[in-house]
């Protein structure tokens, strides 16, 4: 069975780092598209970034650029999501969710509707 971990959440003050990971069992990321997501309650998920395994492309919402990272261990099936510079509105739960896409296209990457493996979720709490 196909199966995402999330890990790494955590509670954190504002201005510091966290590092999420994305670990796959019953199946390998070759040719994957992983997608970050957060949700806080009452909103929908978002798409915060993600990482085209076929190809390495890499995109982020703006609010988020130039503080996180993604990046990935084929070694370890691993997709990292290192988050520095953490502010109170990055507060949510974070997923981690794994699909063979074709292409590398913002609004399909990170599109909750197109992923059908998720993870359980990692709660990220930023205080001020």
């Known amino acids: 069975e196909a199966q995402l971990v999330e890990s790494g959440g955590g509670l954190v003050q504002a201005g510091g780092s966290l590092r999420l990971s994305c670990t796959a069992s019953?199946?390998?990321?070759?040719?994957?598209?992983i997608t970050w997501f957060r949700q806080v309650p009452g909103k929908e998920r978002e798409g915060i970034s993600y990482?085209?395994?076929?190809?390495?492309?890499?995109d982020y919402l703006d609010s988020v650029k130039g503080r996180f990272t993604i990046s990935s261990d084929d070694a370890k099936n691993t997709v990292y999501l290192q988050m520095n510079s953490l502010k109170p509105e990055d507060t949510a739960v974070y997923y981690c969710?794994?699909?063979?896409?074709?292409?590398?296209?913002?609004?399909?990457?990170?599109?909750?509707?197109?992923?059908?493996?998720w993870g359980q979720g990692t709660q990220v709490t930023v205080s001020s």
């Open positions: 969710a794994a699909e063979l896409l074709y292409g590398s296209v913002w609004f399909v990457s990170t599109d909750p509707k197109m992923f059908g493996t």
């Open positions: 019953g199946f390998t990321f070759d040719g994957y598209t």
């Open positions: 990482i085209n395994l076929s190809d390495g492309t890499t």
